[in-house]
């Protein structure tokens, strides 16, 4: 069983610039999740992604966009970036099943820093 | 809007104290509350979640639905024990925060030889 795999582990970028983080989910999980994790913070959610759809989104403005691929891997991308965006960013994948909330299993990150 | 406090952001104990890190909650409805652990170098990972009512390496947590509270106890801690500790929410089925985590600001526990 292969885990969650993010790439690439570090990126410096300058702002302004735009930006593609990718996220390989777990074999068998079909629901990726994106969170921010900002210096000192505990992760917060940007959006989930279920069978290629977005499926709920935290307080993000709109230049942070995603997408899902069949393979269930996902991307997340971020325009215009500021400063602030500069943060961890991890991607959790699960299996979408019942009532209850599925468990999330997460990559180890892309540190983003803007410049 | 859905909240997790936890009021420690350190805690220090030694070897075979009793600890307790704390986590209150905001959330209208019945959440399912989780705790997050991360290892030194290691990605975050699921210590355990209140609907299994597991002990995972001698944690126990129980959820006070009454004084909205999940806080997480070991009766004797182990300097393995040092990590990052989130608590974490989430919406159950059907409502439109589930799935989403909430999580808290973290406790970074030390256990002392």
């Known amino acids: 069983e292969t885990g969650v795999t993010q790439s690439p582990t570090h990126l410096i970028k300058t702002r302004g610039q735009q930006v593609t983080l990718r996220c390989s989910s777990q074999s068998g999980h079909n629901t990726v999740s994106w969170y921010q994790q900002a210096l000192g913070q505990g992760p917060q959610f940007i959006f989930q992604y279920y069978r290629e759809e977005e499926n709920g989104r935290g307080n993000f403005p709109p230049r942070f966009s995603g997408l899902q691929f069949p393979n269930y891997s996902s991307e997340l991308n971020v325009n215009a970036l500021e400063l602030d965006d500069s943060a961890l960013y991890l991607c959790?994948?699960?299996?979408?099943?019942?009532?209850?909330?599925?468990?999330?299993?997460f990559g180890p990150g892309t540190r983003l820093t803007v410049l | 809007a859905q909240r997790v406090t936890q009021p420690e952001k350190l805690l220090s104990v030694f070897k075979g104290a009793p600890v307790e890190l704390k986590c209150n909650y905001s959330?209208?409805?019945?959440?399912?509350l989780f705790w997050y652990v991360q290892y030194s170098r290691q990605r975050l990972q699921l210590l355990l979640r209140?609907?299994s009512r597991e002990s995972i390496k001698g944690f126990t947590a129980d959820l006070n639905k009454g004084e909205t509270s999940f806080h997480l106890k070991k009766p004797f801690a182990q300097e393995e024990d040092s990590a990052m500790y989130y608590c974490a929410l989430s919406g159950q089925g059907g409502g439109t925060s589930y799935g989403k985590l909430t999580f808290g600001q973290g406790t970074i526990l030390t256990v002392h030889p």
């Open positions: 959330y209208s409805g019945s959440p399912e």
């Open positions: 209140h609907i």
């Open positions: 959790a994948s699960s299996l979408r099943g019942g009532v209850s909330a599925d468990t999330q299993y």
